[in-house]
C-alpha cells in the first residue's frame, strides 16, 4: 500500500471509531440524575401500604417539613399523625431514601462512557527522536455501556423496591409503638386507681388494729397488698415511659417536641371482622418482599449471561497511534498514524470460574424467590389467624369480662349500703375490677398490634422484625403491661 492510500485508510478507519464513540456518547448522555432520587416513584409504590396515611416523604430536613410537623403536634397525637410525623422526621427513612439517590447516581454513572486514555513516549536513537501519542479506549466498555446502564437502571428498581419496605417498615414500627404507647398510659392510669384502694384499705386495716377489732396478720396482708399494688404501678408507669420514648425515637422528636400529648385512649373495636379466603395469593401479588426477590432473580439471570459472553474479552481496548520522527541532521520530520487493538490471551484464565461463580449467584437468588414466596404465604396465614383470634379475644373482654365486673361492683356496693357485705369485700372487688379493666385493654392493644401486622404481611413485607421490635420494647412490664 502506498503512502498516500496509507494515509486515507487510517484517516477512515480514525473517522469510523469517532463515529461510533459519538454514538455512545449520545446514548450516554441521556441518563440524567432524577431531582428527587427517585422518592416519587416510592410514595407510589407504598401508596395503600401505609394505612390511612398518605405516605408524604421528605428526603431532607426542610422548613416545610418542620412545619408539617409542629402542626401535627399542636393536637394530641394519633396513630395517623404519629405516622405521618414519622414519614416527615425519621433521620433512618432520610438515610434509606439518601441511599436511594446513591443508587440513581451509580445508574446514571453506568450511562456514562467511560474515559479514554491518553499516553506520549518520547525516545531517541542517534540523531533521531520519536514522540509516540496513543489514545485508548476501552472497546468492552464502549460496547457493552448500554448493558451495564440497563443493569444498574435494574438495580436502582431493586434500590426503589428496598426503600419502599423501609417506609412500609417505619409507618408499622410507629403505629405499633403508638398503640403500646397509649395502652401503656391507660394501665398506669387504672393502676393508680388500684394502689390507691390498696391505700385506703391498708389506713383502714391500721385504725382497726389499733383498736383491737383487727390482728397483726390481717394488717400485714393489707400492708402487703398495697406493696404489691405499689410495685405494680412502678412497673405500669415504666413501661408507659419507655414505650412512649421509643415512639419519640420513630417520629425522630426531641428538645420541646418530645413534651408531645398522647391520645387518651386506644380507638374502639371495629363492630366486625371482613372474612379473607385470598390472603395467600394477596400476599404474594402485593408483598413487595416479593417482588424484590423476584425481580433481583430476573436481574441475576440477565448477568449470567453477559459473564458467559464477555468473559474471555473483558479487557479489550482499541488505542489510536500518532508516531513523529524527527531527524535532527538532515532536518526532516516523518509520522505515521495507526491502530492497536489489545486482546488478553486466555492461557490460564478460560472463565470457567467466573461462570461457575455466576450459576452459583442465580441459583441462591431462586432458591431466595422460593423462601420468600413460602414465607409470605405462612406469614400471611399467621397474621390472620393472630389478628382474629385477638379480635375474639378482645370482643369477649369488651362484650362479657368487663359488663360482667361492673355488674359486681355494683351489687357489691348495694351489699355494701345495705349492710350485707363489708369494706373489705368493696376494695377487694374493686382491685379484682381494675384488674378486669386492664387486662381489657392490653387485648384491646393486641387486637390492634395484630392488625398493623395482618396488613403488613398482606401488602408490605414480612413483619416479623417488626413484631420481634415490638415485643423487646413492651416487655418487662409485668402484669401490667405484658408482651405482644
Partial sequence: M???????????????????????AVLGGCASVSP??????????????????????????????????????????????AVRIALLNNASLRGSLAT?????????????????????????????????????????????????????????????????????????????????????????????????????????ARRMARVGNWSKLRQAREQLTLSDATAQL????????????RLTRLMGLWGAQANFRLA?????????????????????????????????????????????????VDGMSIGLIRNSVFDNDA??????????????????????????????????SAARVQETAVNARSEAREAYFAYRTAYDLARHYRDDVVPLRKFIGEEMLLRYNGMLASTWDLLADSRAQVMAVNSAIEAQRDFWLAETDLQTALTGTSPGAIAGATASAVGGGGDAAAGH
Wanted: charged share 25%; proline share 4%; glycine share 6%.
Fill in 234 to 245: 412502678a412497673r405500669a408507669e415504666q413501661a408507659a415511659f419507655s414505650a412512649r420514648e
Fill in 331 to 364: 532536518g526532516t520530520k516523518a509520522s505515521n498514524r495507526g491502530v492497536e487493538l489489545e486482546l488478553p490471551l486466555p492461557l490460564f484464565d478460560w472463565g470457567g470460574a467466573r461462570n461457575a461463580r455466576a450459576r452459583a449467584v442465580y441459583l441462591q
Fill in 100 to 204: 436511594l439517590g446513591v443508587s440513581d447516581a451509580l445508574r446514571v454513572q453506568a450511562g456514562t462512557l467511560p474515559n479514554p486514555h491518553f499516553s506520549i513516549a518520547r525516545l531517541r536513537m542517534g540523531d533521531e527522536v520519536e514522540i509516540e501519542r496513543m489514545l485508548t479506549f476501552n472497546l468492552v466498555g464502549l460496547l457493552t455501556l448500554p448493558w451495564k446502564y440497563q443493569w444498574q437502571t435494574q438495580q436502582h428498581e431493586l434500590a426503589k423496591l428496598q426503600a419502599a419496605q423501609d417506609v412500609i417498615r417505619l409507618a408499622a414500627h410507629t403505629r405499633k409503638a403508638w398503640i403500646t404507647a397509649v395502652a401503656a398510659q391507660q394501665t398506669a392510669v387504672y393502676m393508680r386507681d388500684a394502689k390507691e384502694a390498696a391505700e385506703a384499705g391498708d389506713e383502714l
Fill in 264 to 312: 387518651e385512649r386506644l380507638p374502639d373495636l371495629p363492630k366486625d371482622v371482613t372474612p379473607m379466603t385470598d390472603i395467600e395469593a394477596r400476599a404474594l401479588r402485593e408483598r413487595l418482599d416479593v417482588r424484590s426477590a423476584m425481580a433481583e432473580s430476573r436481574y441475576v439471570a440477565e448477568q449470567m449471561g453477559f459473564t458467559r459472553v464477555t468473559g474471555y
Fill in 2 to 24: 502506498n503512502p498516500e492510500r496509507k494515509k486515507t485508510f487510517f484517516a477512515r478507519r480514525a473517522s469510523r471509531l469517532s463515529a461510533a464513540a459519538l454514538a455512545v
Fill in 36 to 81: 428527587d432520587g427517585g422518592t416519587a416513584d416510592v410514595q407510589a409504590l407504598v401508596a395503600g401500604k401505609t394505612g390511612t396515611v398518605d405516605a408524604r416523604l421528605a428526603p431532607q430536613d426542610t422548613p416545610a417539613a418542620q412545619a408539617a410537623v409542629a402542626e401535627l403536634l399542636k393536637a394530641p397525637v394519633d396513630a395517623e399523625s
